[in-house]
Protein backbone atom coordinates (compact mmCIF):
# COMPACT_ATOMS: atom_id res chain seq x y z
CA UNK A 1 0.00 0.00 0.00
CA UNK A 2 1.66 3.38 -1.02
CA UNK A 3 0.73 6.53 1.22
CA UNK A 4 -0.46 9.33 -0.95
CA UNK A 5 1.00 11.63 2.05
CA UNK A 6 4.64 9.68 2.24
CA UNK A 7 6.98 13.12 2.95
CA UNK A 8 10.09 13.46 0.75
CA UNK A 9 13.26 13.28 2.31
CA UNK A 10 14.12 16.53 1.44
CA UNK A 11 11.09 18.17 3.27
CA UNK A 12 10.95 16.04 6.38
CA UNK A 13 13.08 18.26 8.77
CA UNK A 14 10.84 21.29 8.57
CA UNK A 15 7.83 20.19 10.24
CA UNK A 16 4.15 21.33 9.84
CA UNK A 17 4.99 25.08 9.63
CA UNK A 18 2.53 27.19 9.15
CA UNK A 19 -0.59 24.68 10.77
CA UNK A 20 -0.11 26.01 14.69
CA UNK A 21 -3.18 27.97 14.71
CA UNK A 22 -4.98 24.88 13.77
CA UNK A 23 -7.18 22.78 16.48
CA UNK A 24 -8.97 19.31 16.43
CA UNK A 25 -12.17 21.04 15.73
CA UNK A 26 -10.49 22.75 12.32
CA UNK A 27 -9.47 19.95 10.87
CA UNK A 28 -11.34 16.67 9.23
CA UNK A 29 -9.68 13.73 10.04
CA UNK A 30 -9.40 11.02 6.93
CA UNK A 31 -11.54 8.00 7.72
CA UNK A 32 -11.19 4.33 6.41
CA UNK A 33 -14.39 3.34 5.06
CA UNK A 34 -16.03 0.61 3.55
CA UNK A 35 -17.94 1.10 0.26
CA UNK A 36 -21.41 -0.17 -0.10
CA UNK A 37 -23.98 -0.59 -2.99
CA UNK A 38 -25.79 2.96 -2.35
CA UNK A 39 -21.98 4.77 -1.25
CA UNK A 40 -21.71 7.79 -3.29
CA UNK A 41 -18.00 6.85 -3.92
CA UNK A 42 -19.09 4.28 -6.57
CA UNK A 43 -21.90 6.47 -8.06
CA UNK A 44 -20.26 7.74 -11.15
CA UNK A 45 -22.92 10.66 -11.23
CA UNK A 46 -22.17 11.91 -7.62
CA UNK A 47 -19.81 14.46 -6.83
CA UNK A 48 -18.14 12.32 -4.22
CA UNK A 49 -17.44 9.21 -6.82
CA UNK A 50 -14.08 8.02 -6.22
CA UNK A 51 -12.36 6.39 -9.54
CA UNK A 52 -11.78 2.63 -9.14
CA UNK A 53 -13.61 2.38 -5.87
CA UNK A 54 -16.34 -0.42 -5.97
CA UNK A 55 -18.43 -1.85 -3.94
CA UNK A 56 -16.51 -3.95 -0.90
CA UNK A 57 -13.10 -1.92 -1.21
CA UNK A 58 -11.69 0.18 1.65
CA UNK A 59 -11.01 3.67 0.92
CA UNK A 60 -9.64 6.94 2.41
CA UNK A 61 -12.44 9.41 2.87
CA UNK A 62 -10.49 12.57 2.56
CA UNK A 63 -7.91 11.68 0.09
CA UNK A 64 -9.81 9.41 -1.84
CA UNK A 65 -6.85 6.34 -1.65
CA UNK A 66 -8.76 3.40 -2.55
CA UNK A 67 -7.12 0.11 -0.35
CA UNK A 68 -9.36 -2.11 -2.48
CA UNK A 69 -10.78 -5.06 -0.76
CA UNK A 70 -8.11 -5.92 1.46
CA UNK A 71 -6.52 -7.39 4.01
CA UNK A 72 -5.43 -3.73 5.12
CA UNK A 73 -2.84 -4.04 7.62
CA UNK A 74 -3.58 -1.60 10.64
CA UNK A 75 -2.40 -0.55 14.10
CA UNK A 76 -4.84 0.93 16.83
CA UNK A 77 -3.24 3.76 18.28
CA UNK A 78 -6.52 5.03 20.27
CA UNK A 79 -9.67 3.64 20.89
CA UNK A 80 -12.50 5.79 22.58
CA UNK A 81 -15.46 5.05 24.76
CA UNK A 82 -18.19 3.88 22.78
CA UNK A 83 -20.75 7.21 22.26
CA UNK A 84 -24.00 7.95 20.89
CA UNK A 85 -24.73 9.90 18.36
CA UNK A 86 -28.05 11.56 17.31
CA UNK A 87 -28.80 12.54 13.95
CA UNK A 88 -31.94 14.41 11.98
CA UNK A 89 -34.02 12.79 9.47
CA UNK A 90 -32.91 13.02 6.06
CA UNK A 91 -36.35 14.58 5.12
CA UNK A 92 -35.32 17.27 7.63
CA UNK A 93 -31.78 17.88 6.17
CA UNK A 94 -29.60 15.38 7.91
CA UNK A 95 -26.78 16.24 10.34
CA UNK A 96 -25.79 15.89 13.56
CA UNK A 97 -28.30 16.90 16.21
CA UNK A 98 -26.26 15.59 19.35
CA UNK A 99 -22.84 14.41 19.23
CA UNK A 100 -22.37 13.07 23.06
CA UNK A 101 -25.95 11.18 23.47
CA UNK A 102 -25.42 8.73 27.16
CA UNK A 103 -25.48 5.05 26.08
CA UNK A 104 -28.24 4.58 28.69
CA UNK A 105 -29.98 7.89 27.37
CA UNK A 106 -33.59 6.68 25.79
CA UNK A 107 -32.97 7.81 22.74
CA UNK A 108 -30.37 4.89 22.66
CA UNK A 109 -33.25 2.22 23.10
CA UNK A 110 -35.97 0.91 20.54
CA UNK A 111 -39.64 2.03 20.93
CA UNK A 112 -42.59 0.40 22.61
CA UNK A 113 -43.64 -0.64 18.84
CA UNK A 114 -40.15 -1.28 17.53
CA UNK A 115 -39.20 1.98 16.41
CA UNK A 116 -35.23 2.11 15.77
CA UNK A 117 -32.98 4.41 18.41
CA UNK A 118 -33.11 8.34 17.62
CA UNK A 119 -29.28 7.61 18.32
CA UNK A 120 -26.63 5.64 16.90
CA UNK A 121 -23.83 3.48 18.46
CA UNK A 122 -20.68 4.34 17.62
CA UNK A 123 -17.11 3.08 18.35
CA UNK A 124 -14.26 5.00 17.30
CA UNK A 125 -10.08 4.68 16.43
CA UNK A 126 -7.14 5.81 14.94
CA UNK A 127 -5.64 3.58 13.31
CA UNK A 128 -1.61 3.48 12.14
CA UNK A 129 -2.08 1.84 8.13
CA UNK A 130 0.85 -0.10 7.32
CA UNK A 131 2.93 0.30 10.65
CA UNK A 132 6.49 0.18 10.65
CA UNK A 133 6.87 0.87 6.52
CA UNK A 134 8.14 4.00 4.92
CA UNK A 135 4.24 4.56 4.10
CA UNK A 136 2.49 4.07 7.29
CA UNK A 137 -0.12 6.52 7.68
CA UNK A 138 -2.68 8.00 10.63
CA UNK A 139 -6.70 7.47 9.66
CA UNK A 140 -9.40 7.41 11.72
CA UNK A 141 -12.29 4.36 11.51
CA UNK A 142 -16.09 4.49 13.17
CA UNK A 143 -18.06 1.42 13.49
CA UNK A 144 -21.63 1.73 13.66
CA UNK A 145 -24.77 -0.02 12.86
CA UNK A 146 -23.81 -3.35 11.05
CA UNK A 147 -20.19 -2.90 12.40
CA UNK A 148 -20.98 -2.86 15.68
CA UNK A 149 -20.89 -6.80 15.79
CA UNK A 150 -17.11 -6.11 13.77
CA UNK A 151 -16.07 -3.72 16.25
CA UNK A 152 -17.05 -5.91 19.39
CA UNK A 153 -14.85 -8.79 17.72
CA UNK A 154 -11.83 -5.89 17.52
CA UNK A 155 -12.37 -5.34 20.79
CA UNK A 156 -12.48 -8.84 21.62
CA UNK A 157 -8.49 -9.53 19.93
CA UNK A 158 -7.10 -6.43 21.60
CA UNK A 159 -8.50 -7.78 25.07
CA UNK A 160 -6.60 -11.40 24.40
CA UNK A 161 -3.09 -9.53 23.95
CA UNK A 162 -3.03 -8.65 27.43
CA UNK A 163 -0.79 -5.54 26.10
CA UNK A 164 -1.16 -1.83 25.48
CA UNK A 165 -3.59 -1.27 22.18
CA UNK A 166 -1.03 0.56 20.53
CA UNK A 167 1.30 -2.95 20.14
CA UNK A 168 -0.87 -4.98 18.11
CA UNK A 169 -1.22 -5.55 14.35
CA UNK A 170 -4.50 -6.57 12.53
CA UNK A 171 -5.78 -6.83 9.27
CA UNK A 172 -9.31 -5.47 8.08
CA UNK A 173 -10.73 -7.37 4.98
CA UNK A 174 -14.56 -6.88 3.42
CA UNK A 175 -17.47 -9.37 3.77
CA UNK A 176 -20.80 -9.94 2.06
CA UNK A 177 -23.54 -10.77 4.61
CA UNK A 178 -27.44 -11.00 4.21
CA UNK A 179 -29.90 -9.42 6.75
CA UNK A 180 -33.88 -8.66 6.67
CA UNK A 181 -32.72 -5.40 4.56
CA UNK A 182 -30.64 -7.09 1.89
CA UNK A 183 -27.28 -7.96 1.11
CA UNK A 184 -24.07 -5.39 2.72
CA UNK A 185 -20.68 -5.37 3.35
CA UNK A 186 -19.17 -5.91 6.70
CA UNK A 187 -15.82 -5.80 8.09
CA UNK A 188 -13.42 -8.79 9.48
CA UNK A 189 -10.48 -8.37 11.37
CA UNK A 190 -7.85 -10.59 12.74
CA UNK A 191 -4.31 -10.81 14.19
CA UNK A 192 -1.24 -10.00 12.50
CA UNK A 193 1.31 -10.23 14.94
CA UNK A 194 2.78 -6.84 16.72
CA UNK A 195 4.62 -3.66 16.00
CA UNK A 196 8.59 -3.31 16.00
CA UNK A 197 10.37 -2.86 18.85
CA UNK A 198 11.48 0.70 17.12
CA UNK A 199 8.17 1.84 17.06
CA UNK A 200 7.11 1.11 20.58
CA UNK A 201 8.00 4.61 22.01
CA UNK A 202 6.63 6.46 18.48
CA UNK A 203 3.30 5.38 19.22
CA UNK A 204 3.01 5.65 22.92
CA UNK A 205 3.64 9.06 22.45
CA UNK A 206 1.06 9.30 19.49
CA UNK A 207 -1.42 7.27 21.78
CA UNK A 208 -0.84 10.06 24.90
CA UNK A 209 -1.39 12.52 22.40
CA UNK A 210 -4.68 11.42 21.22
CA UNK A 211 -5.87 9.80 24.74
CA UNK A 212 -5.66 13.49 25.81
CA UNK A 213 -6.76 15.85 22.68
CA UNK A 214 -9.82 13.31 21.46
CA UNK A 215 -10.48 13.86 17.69
CA UNK A 216 -13.53 14.39 16.28
CA UNK A 217 -14.06 11.08 13.77
CA UNK A 218 -18.08 12.00 12.36
CA UNK A 219 -19.24 15.28 10.40
CA UNK A 220 -21.10 17.61 11.91
Same mark, same amino acid.
Given at each position: ?138 ? #?????? /????? *????? +? &?????? =? ?28 ? #?????? /????? *????? +? &?????? =?????
Amino acid at each position: MTSLTTVPTYLDTTGPLGTEHLTPDDVQMPRLSLAQAMSDQVNKTHADYIDGVGVGDFFNSVSGQNYGAGPVRFSILCSYPPRGIEFAPMEQGGGVVDRDVPLTDPRMLFGANGEPPQATRFYDYVLQLDPGTPEEEMI #GMSLAR /SGVRA *AKSLN +G &LVRMRG =TAIFTGIYTAESISKTSQQGTYMSWRFRNA #GFIAED /SVQKY *ADLYA +G &LKAVPV =TLVDA
